[in-house]
């Protein structure tokens, strides 16, 4: 705009230097012609005297004459440079509307451009809408593509851009934001200027993109599905909508012997029979799948194949030959029979194994030792995958190293010689494990239980073991007493406990002289006399019990007594010390924090009741200096009492909020349910704050169903959670912004959404703000103590209902409230069935 202006500005320059140029030039004609006169001539040349009177007169002639030209041609050159200027002013308007459309174009969606006039000039940056949230501090930060997009797509754009500067090579790159958004970008040479253009990507383009995405995916997957089934030995195929074959694979060409695939479909070569095909097309028309196994001649020998057609619009089709499978197993049966007849008998558990480790045989036995499920064992699995589920299921020797002791058990597959291994499970079972070489290859494994011999020794001895090692690291005290009243057995923690002398404990006195030591401790008769009455009663009159024991050394025991085997008592002693005073200060500042919150409670309603009446007076006289009646005040008085009636009314809302959370504490809130009308309600809500919407310069906008219509609830107190959202909203949004008020009816739910696009909440301050007293205006014109949120969550808390936030920084804050949506009369079956209950 600026060089058309300064070109402009030049023409017209141009234009009066050239009429002046022209003016001077007639008038010099004018002077020339002037002299040119006969007599001033021959006056001249002749030098001679002439008369003074006829040069003078001359002369003025001459002058006026000039002037006359040099006027006229100023005049003529004059009528030029309007001219000339009016066709510039036409020129400048078309430009300047050309420039003002170009302007609108580019606004009409969210795109750069970035020129280089040179590859080494500083880029011109021109944006409709900036691309990133806060490119503009400074139009370079677009440059700066890693910031706002996905790593791969900036460095593919950097280096799009450096080929475009350098050699002018076009491009045009699909690239993914670093926030989920999806751009355009175009780059091109442009009368000696490298142009590019961004464009945020939108709508039916972003969606094209994502199709054009899953197409390639799609194609990939299809080629390799293609090329699985040509690679499969199994003949594969498939019909159109027609019942003519569509595709097959090499196998199935071979299968009917053909050259090649594209032989057999141009052929129509068939691999079932008629009545096959017959019962496959039933299927076809029925859209079920089909199953079945039919006889058919696959290259020229007659085979069982087990078909199965899949239904949808292309029928596919695969076919797995059962022919070597038929000969393996029949095999496999006649060498089976000769050995199943007498190992079956066997109590010794049998498995047979062939030279690639798979089982080929075993009888009862081994499936009852193992306890393995027969649909495992008839799949024939691996010598390594039996063990290796064995060892899965807890059933096999605990090795160290479990891959190195396998290797060491399958070296019997190598070894002339029988192998002969001892293997203790972790049940406690021992087996003597023999594996026997096949000759044909393979392992026979013989398993013989021999753990009865050693079993109730090593259960004895295992478990003497394992309690005395138990019983000795307790803490707890442990003595155990029996039938005649003598100790039989303390742990050092009982020593400990009671400070007893081991030494004494070691010669098992009887329970009157530990008693004798012990009351020293603890001299409360009724206690031992209940322990010893325990103790030295018969075993069918014991009743085990627990006592609480306050020694005198200031230490709290819990003692349980409890009757065992062959007529002997247990006694424990467990240390509650630390445990009883916790509890007891526990109790304690329990009782004071009670009492504290109650002394909160009645401050708080004290001092509100005590703020409510002065706030009232003040209120009513502002509005009464308000009225005319009062008389007249100046501007500045009612600025001042207005200022006046804000402070009052936000005070007494506030104590009014401290009031409702202090009934709410005290369980003591109680709604006024009736129909709340959802439209009426959210124009109530808006109606409160349009004194805030007009002074900060903001919109609201209300969406709501048409069928929206009433819920059950108290409509002061959902009022009351609207305008408190609105406020927020309203006070974290900026001029000209929009705040929404959406209302849905989902199921049997009412839901608010309070929407507004400012500032956003961070992720520090989501978890604290619905506390009290939490509020978080850095950077906003919102002011409050922070109870709005925390009022809301409750009330809508009252009525059944839940708060969800959703949020972003810089985003926007969208805050969601459910209620339930009881009719009235469903409400009222509800009361009338718990009244019944009750």
């Given at each position: 705009m600026t060089r058309r202006r300064q070109t402009n500005s030049q023409k017209l320059q141009y234009a009066g230097a050239g009429g002046l140029r022209c003016a001077v030039a007639n008038g010099a004609t004018a002077l020339a012609a002037l002299f040119a006169t006969p007599a001033l001539a021959q006056a001249l040349v002749a030098d001679i005297p002439f008369d003074s009177n006829v040069v003078s007169f001359a002369l003025s002639g001459g002058l006026a004459l000039f002037s006359a030209v040099v006027a006229i041609a100023h005049i003529g050159e004059r009528n030029g440079w309007r001219r000339r200027e009016t066709e510039l002013l036409e020129e400048l308007e078309d430009a300047r509307a050309r420039l003002d459309r170009i302007k609108t174009f580019m606004a009409s969606e969210p795109q750069v451009f970035i020129a280089w006039t040179t590859p080494d000039s500083e880029p011109d940056v021109s944006a409709s809408t900036l691309l990133p949230s806060d490119a503009a501090i400074s139009p370079r930060r677009i440059l700066a593509f890693g910031s706002w997009l996905a790593p791969k797509g900036a460095q593919d754009l950097e280096a799009a851009v450096e080929r475009l500067r350098n050699s002018g090579e076009s491009f045009r790159l699909q690239l993914a934001g670093a926030v989920g958004r999806h751009f355009d970008a175009d780059g091109r040479a442009v009368g000696g200027s490298a142009v590019l253009r961004i464009r945020e990507v939108s709508g039916d383009r972003l969606e094209l993109i994502g199709l054009r995405e899953r197409y390639a995916e799609t194609q990939k997957e299809l080629s390799g599905l293609h090329a699985l089934l040509e690679a499969s030995p199994t003949p594969v195929w498939a019909r159109d909508a027609d019942g003519r074959l569509a595709f097959v694979n090499s196998a199935y060409a071979s299968a009917v012997e053909a050259k090649d695939p594209a032989d057999?479909?141009?052929?129509?070569?068939?691999?079932?029979?008629?009545?096959?095909?017959?019962?496959?097309?039933?299927?076809?028309?029925?859209?079920?799948?089909?199953?079945?196994?039919?006889?058919?001649?696959?290259?020229?020998?007659?085979?069982?194949?087990?078909?199965?057609?899949?239904?949808?619009?292309?029928?596919?089709?695969?076919?797995?030959?059962?022919?070597?499978?038929?000969?393996?197993?029949?095999?496999?049966?006649?060498?089976?029979?000769?050995?199943?007849?007498?190992?079956?008998?066997?109590?010794?558990?049998?498995?047979?194994?062939?030279?690639?480790?798979?089982?080929?045989?075993?009888?009862?036995?081994?499936?009852?030792?193992?306890?393995?499920?027969?649909?495992?064992?008839?799949?024939?699995?691996?010598?390594?995958?039996?063990?290796?589920?064995?060892?899965?299921?807890e059933r096999m020797p605990v090795e160290s190293d479990y891959k190195a002791w396998k290797e060491r058990l399958f070296e019997a597959y190598r070894s002339p010689e029988p192998v002969r291994h001892t293997w203790h499970l972790p049940d406690g079972r021992i087996l003597e494990v023999v594996a026997h070489p096949n000759t044909q290859g393979g392992v026979t494994y013989l398993y013989d239980d021999t753990t009865k011999a050693y079993d109730l020794e090593t259960r004895f001895n295992a478990l003497n073991r394992t309690q005395s090692e138990t019983l000795e690291t307790l803490h707890e005290g442990v003595a155990v007493f029996g039938a005649d009243g003598r100790l039989s057995f303390c742990n050092p923690a009982f020593a400990e406990l009671w400070r007893l002398d081991p030494d004494v404990l070691a010669k098992k006195p009887r329970f009157e002289a530990i008693v004798t030591q012990c009351k020293t401790l603890h001299d409360n008769d009724d206690t031992w006399a209940a322990l010893k009455g325990f103790v030295t009663s018969f075993n069918d009159m014991r009743e085990g019990f627990t006592r609480r024991i306050e020694r005198s050394d200031g230490m709290v025991l819990d003692c349980t007594a409890q009757s065992l085997l062959e007529g002997a008592a247990l006694l424990t002693f467990v240390d509650v010390t630390a445990d009883v005073n916790v509890e007891r200060a526990l109790t304690d500042r329990n009782a004071a924090l009670i009492a504290a919150e109650k002394l909160r409670n009645d401050f708080i309603h004290h001092v509100s009741y005590e703020l409510r009446s002065p706030l009232n007076n003040i209120n009513g006289f502002v509005h009464l200096l308000g009225e005319e009646s009062t008389g007249p005040l100046n501007p500045r008085q009612m600025e001042y009492l207005g200022y006046v009636s804000k402070s009052s009314a936000a005070l007494l809302a506030i104590i009014d909020d401290i009031l409702d959370l202090a009934t709410i504490d005290e369980d003591a809130m109680e709604l006024e349910l009736s129909d709340v009308d959802v439209r009426a309600t959210m124009g109530a809500a808006i109606e409160g704050v349009q004194d805030r919407l007009a002074e900060n310069s903001i919109d609201v906008q209300i969406i709501a169903m048409d069928d929206i219509g009433t819920f059950r609830g108290d409509a002061k107190r959902v009022r009351q959670v609207l305008f408190n959202l609105l406020s927020n909203a309203i006070g974290f949004s900026r001029p000209g912004q929009t705040v929404t008020l959406a209302a849905l009816r989902r199921g049997d739910e009412v839901v608010f959404k309070v929407t507004d696009h400012g500032r956003g909440i961070p992720a520090e301050v989501l978890e604290r703000v619905f506390e009290r007293f939490e509020s978080h205006t850095a950077g906003s014109r919102h002011r409050g103590v922070g109870l709005g949120l925390s009022i809301v969550r409750a009330f809508v808390e009252l009525h059944g209902g839940k708060v969800f936030i959703d949020t972003a920084p810089g985003e926007g804050t969208t805050v969601t409230c459910v209620f339930p949506a009881l009719a009235a009369e469903e409400e009222a079956r509800l009361i009338a069935h718990e009244g019944g209950a009750e």
């Amino acid at each position: 705009m600026t060089r058309r202006r300064q070109t402009n500005s030049q023409k017209l320059q141009y234009a009066g230097a050239g009429g002046l140029r022209c003016a001077v030039a007639n008038g010099a004609t004018a002077l020339a012609a002037l002299f040119a006169t006969p007599a001033l001539a021959q006056a001249l040349v002749a030098d001679i005297p002439f008369d003074s009177n006829v040069v003078s007169f001359a002369l003025s002639g001459g002058l006026a004459l000039f002037s006359a030209v040099v006027a006229i041609a100023h005049i003529g050159e004059r009528n030029g440079w309007r001219r000339r200027e009016t066709e510039l002013l036409e020129e400048l308007e078309d430009a300047r509307a050309r420039l003002d459309r170009i302007k609108t174009f580019m606004a009409s969606e969210p795109q750069v451009f970035i020129a280089w006039t040179t590859p080494d000039s500083e880029p011109d940056v021109s944006a409709s809408t900036l691309l990133p949230s806060d490119a503009a501090i400074s139009p370079r930060r677009i440059l700066a593509f890693g910031s706002w997009l996905a790593p791969k797509g900036a460095q593919d754009l950097e280096a799009a851009v450096e080929r475009l500067r350098n050699s002018g090579e076009s491009f045009r790159l699909q690239l993914a934001g670093a926030v989920g958004r999806h751009f355009d970008a175009d780059g091109r040479a442009v009368g000696g200027s490298a142009v590019l253009r961004i464009r945020e990507v939108s709508g039916d383009r972003l969606e094209l993109i994502g199709l054009r995405e899953r197409y390639a995916e799609t194609q990939k997957e299809l080629s390799g599905l293609h090329a699985l089934l040509e690679a499969s030995p199994t003949p594969v195929w498939a019909r159109d909508a027609d019942g003519r074959l569509a595709f097959v694979n090499s196998a199935y060409a071979s299968a009917v012997e053909a050259k090649d695939p594209a032989d057999a479909i141009a052929r129509g070569l068939e691999l079932l029979d008629q009545s096959a095909r017959s019962e496959a097309a039933k299927a076809i028309a029925k859209g079920v799948a089909w199953r079945a196994r039919v006889p058919a001649v696959v290259a020229g020998a007659r085979h069982m194949l087990d078909v199965t057609q899949a239904a949808g619009p292309m029928a596919a089709s695969i076919a797995i030959d059962q022919h070597e499978v038929e000969t393996v197993r029949a095999d496999l049966q006649q060498q089976m029979q000769s050995h199943v007849r007498t190992l079956d008998q066997l109590p010794t558990a049998v498995a047979i194994f062939d030279r690639g480790r798979r089982l080929v045989y075993h009888n009862d036995a081994y499936a009852k030792l193992w306890q393995l499920e027969p649909r495992f064992l008839d799949h024939k699995p691996t010598d390594g995958e039996i063990l290796d589920r064995l060892r899965a299921g807890e059933r096999m020797p605990v090795e160290s190293d479990y891959k190195a002791w396998k290797e060491r058990l399958f070296e019997a597959y190598r070894s002339p010689e029988p192998v002969r291994h001892t293997w203790h499970l972790p049940d406690g079972r021992i087996l003597e494990v023999v594996a026997h070489p096949n000759t044909q290859g393979g392992v026979t494994y013989l398993y013989d239980d021999t753990t009865k011999a050693y079993d109730l020794e090593t259960r004895f001895n295992a478990l003497n073991r394992t309690q005395s090692e138990t019983l000795e690291t307790l803490h707890e005290g442990v003595a155990v007493f029996g039938a005649d009243g003598r100790l039989s057995f303390c742990n050092p923690a009982f020593a400990e406990l009671w400070r007893l002398d081991p030494d004494v404990l070691a010669k098992k006195p009887r329970f009157e002289a530990i008693v004798t030591q012990c009351k020293t401790l603890h001299d409360n008769d009724d206690t031992w006399a209940a322990l010893k009455g325990f103790v030295t009663s018969f075993n069918d009159m014991r009743e085990g019990f627990t006592r609480r024991i306050e020694r005198s050394d200031g230490m709290v025991l819990d003692c349980t007594a409890q009757s065992l085997l062959e007529g002997a008592a247990l006694l424990t002693f467990v240390d509650v010390t630390a445990d009883v005073n916790v509890e007891r200060a526990l109790t304690d500042r329990n009782a004071a924090l009670i009492a504290a919150e109650k002394l909160r409670n009645d401050f708080i309603h004290h001092v509100s009741y005590e703020l409510r009446s002065p706030l009232n007076n003040i209120n009513g006289f502002v509005h009464l200096l308000g009225e005319e009646s009062t008389g007249p005040l100046n501007p500045r008085q009612m600025e001042y009492l207005g200022y006046v009636s804000k402070s009052s009314a936000a005070l007494l809302a506030i104590i009014d909020d401290i009031l409702d959370l202090a009934t709410i504490d005290e369980d003591a809130m109680e709604l006024e349910l009736s129909d709340v009308d959802v439209r009426a309600t959210m124009g109530a809500a808006i109606e409160g704050v349009q004194d805030r919407l007009a002074e900060n310069s903001i919109d609201v906008q209300i969406i709501a169903m048409d069928d929206i219509g009433t819920f059950r609830g108290d409509a002061k107190r959902v009022r009351q959670v609207l305008f408190n959202l609105l406020s927020n909203a309203i006070g974290f949004s900026r001029p000209g912004q929009t705040v929404t008020l959406a209302a849905l009816r989902r199921g049997d739910e009412v839901v608010f959404k309070v929407t507004d696009h400012g500032r956003g909440i961070p992720a520090e301050v989501l978890e604290r703000v619905f506390e009290r007293f939490e509020s978080h205006t850095a950077g906003s014109r919102h002011r409050g103590v922070g109870l709005g949120l925390s009022i809301v969550r409750a009330f809508v808390e009252l009525h059944g209902g839940k708060v969800f936030i959703d949020t972003a920084p810089g985003e926007g804050t969208t805050v969601t409230c459910v209620f339930p949506a009881l009719a009235a009369e469903e409400e009222a079956r509800l009361i009338a069935h718990e009244g019944g209950a009750e």
